[in-house]
């Protein structure tokens, strides 16, 4: 089983806007265009920016003006998007442009439980530690007034940052839902594009898996341990009606953003004020479910499985944060991990971070140990997308993983394939490699000789890019032998010979015209014979009709005619075409003529 785990620097690698950072210059943009003296040009260049795409597909509500009323309901006055924005602020003036969510929640969630604490204290044994006030001070003035920080009035505030906590993750999901789901994605990573995963799990938001390397959805093989966007987001019409977001918005989503245990053993079970904020409380409200445990016991019941098993981690730190996760997965016998990295620095950070997950010792004896089990390697440099490329991929890895449990999921696949192939979309075929590729899928599963007539059509009508070697697909087989299957260099055999032709009539071409750019220049003379000759064979490039596109043809007639055959020219023209009864040759024998005076006018002949 081959299970990818992905992170936030997947959705980067992509290209796509994914950092808190991104969604902060989303949210002033918006305070922006909406309290702007031209509120409504403001508002609409806004829309052009963010949610074109969304509005094109039509699964946004059919009245703007509901999603704009409930961004300015959920942002206007949320305590956490403030205070987002202010640390935000204070890292510009530093030249630092980033901010981590969780940790400032957690840094105000541990400020506010120490000055209750403190609080709770001082009554108890009127001792102050001005230290520990000051410093809890420093971090939630920022946060909420300094009147309601008092003894008496403290504890007033953790509903109203519960709710804001809500109301920003519900302005978050608007952001990926409306705008990064439906960007047009430019790049894949070739670690992705050319390897076959058979589960999915996500810590990220979006579907951008999805979107880009599959064209089947199959949410058993997903896990998004942090939860999704939902598609339909009518929601937002009711929170048009009603100002209660937990009851009209929080029953749907089951996105997670918040933070871990901070609390010792003696506390955390007992004092239960900040439990909406922590990650574990969320997954279980929200049901975030724990599809990859289902895959580790199918590792341990299914025979194929207990051979060769690998994690392939891409695009994420191995924060601490998600220990429990990575140690489940990382130290489940019988799996392989390989950690992708983009560069040195990253390399040392999931280093770091991977040592405070496992331990120094469990980290050295996996790497380096006997019996090693942890790579890490330098993901491929990413590629530009060329349409149709990265889709038909994913559909041949999704051949190459059959027959999938149960039959519907392999008729989805199919089918799709066989409305490609009716539709005769190059685009999607997008090379002649590429459907190689796909005839080489099909036949392993016996179904070559059902579409070889099939794709070899399309494979012909695709641009010619070179000679294609067998090696390209030759693999290992049972018996140890490396070797391309019979059908697939049948089918690579035909592309080659029809590119072989494709290239030999080119050259045929080229040869011509330096022929005709040769005669036309030289300063013998032409006899009758010759001459006609050669006019007929230049008109033979026209296929019996006139094309602007075959201008130069004529080009070198009229050359050759004025120029080398100027004596016998109109005399040889007229015998051809009393010689011919067929009407089209008599078109074109005149207007070879008609061409030799317009040349002969301009070039004072």
């Known amino acids: 089983m081959n299970i990818l785990m992905i992170g936030n620097g997947f959705d980067l690698e992509h ?79 530093l030249k630092e442009n980033w901010i981590d969510f969780e940790s400032e929640i957690s840094s105000v969630v541990q400020a506010m439980d120490r000055l209750i604490k403190y609080y709770a204290d001082y009554r108890l044994t009127g001792v102050e530690d001005t230290a520990l006030y000051h410093l809890c001070m420093e971090t939630l003035t920022k946060f909420v007034d300094k009147e309601s920080l008092k003894i008496d009035k403290i504890k007033s505030n953790i509903k109203p940052m519960i709710f804001d906590l809500n109301r920003l993750i519900c302005a978050l999901e608007i952001y990926i839902a409306y705008y990064i789901n439906h960007m047009n994605i430019q790049y894949y990573n070739p670690d992705i594009f050319y390897n076959a995963f058979d589960k999915i799990i996500s810590f990220n938001y979006s579907y951008t898996y999805w979107r880009l390397y599959t064209t089947i959805h199959n949410g058993a093989n997903y896990h998004f341990v942090h939860g999704y966007t939902r598609s339909d987001l009518r929601f937002l019409e009711n929170l048009e009606k009603s100002p209660n977001i937990l009851e009209n918005y929080m029953p749907g989503n089951n996105m997670v953003l918040g933070i871990d245990e901070f609390l010792s053993d003696d506390r955390k079970d007992k004092e239960t004020a900040f439990l909406p904020f922590k990650k574990y409380y969320q997954r279980i409200y929200k049901n975030t479910t724990n599809n990859y445990k289902n895959w580790l016991k199918e590792i341990d019941t299914n025979p194929e499985f207990h051979k060769r098993n690998t994690l392939y981690i891409f695009g994420h730190s191995l924060d601490v944060t998600d ?34 997950v496992l ?33 038909l991929q994913s559909t041949i890895l999704e051949l190459n993983a059959m027959p999938a449990p149960g039959k519907e999921l392999d008729k989805a696949v199919l089918n799709f394939i066989k409305e490609k192939i009716e539709e005769k979309n190059l685009k999607y075929f997008s090379s002649q490699h590429m459907v190689i590729s796909l005839y080489d899928s099909l036949q392993k599963l016996g179904l070559g000789e059902k579409y070889f007539n099939k794709l070899l059509p399309i494979a012909c009508k695709l641009p010619v890019n070179s000679t294609f070697d067998y090696e390209q697909w030759a693999y290992t087989h049972f018996d140890n032998s490396f070797k391309c299957d019979k059908d697939t260099m049948h089918f690579i055999d035909c592309v080659n010979e029809h590119n072989s032709n494709i290239v030999i009539s080119d050259q045929s071409k080229d040869l011509k015209n330096l022929k005709y750019d040769h005669i036309s220049n030289q300063r013998i003379c032409l006899d009758k014979t010759p001459y006609s000759q050669l006019v007929k064979e230049i008109l033979s490039n026209l296929d019996g009709y006139y094309c602007g596109s075959y201008d130069k043809y004529w080009n070198y007639l009229v050359k050759i005619s004025c120029g080398p055959a100027k004596k016998i020219a109109r005399e040889a023209i007229g015998e051809l075409i009393n010689n011919t009864d067929d009407d089209c040759d008599i078109i074109q024998y005149n207007h070879l003529l008609r061409l030799m005076d317009e040349y002969e006018y301009k070039n004072g002949n």
Not at 56 to 69: K, Q, V, W
Not at 359 to 374: A, F, H, L, Q
């Open 15 to 93: 290209g796509l806007p994914t950092k808190y950072t991104d969604f902060l210059k989303f949210i002033k943009d918006f305070n922006q265009a909406y309290y702007s003296p031209h509120n409504t040009t403001a508002l609409q260049e806004f829309e052009n920016i963010y949610f074109s795409a969304a509005f094109r597909s039509g699964i946004c509500p059919s009245d703007h003006e509901t999603l704009i009323n409930a961004l300015r309901k959920l942002i206007y006055g949320n305590l956490w998007i403030n205070y987002f924005i202010k640390v935000h602020d204070e890292h510009l003036f």
């Open 323 to 356: 220990g429990d996760i990575l140690r489940d997965l990382i130290n489940h016998k019988g799996i392989n991990t390989v950690i992708y990295y983009k560069n040195k620095k990253q390399l040392e950070q999931q280093i770091t971070n991977l040592v405070k």
């Open 359 to 391: 331990g120094s010792d469990t980290v050295i004896e996996k790497v380096y140990g006997n019996d090693s089990c942890i790579t890490f390697q330098q993901q491929g440099k990413r590629q530009i997308k060329v349409e149709g490329e990265v889709l």
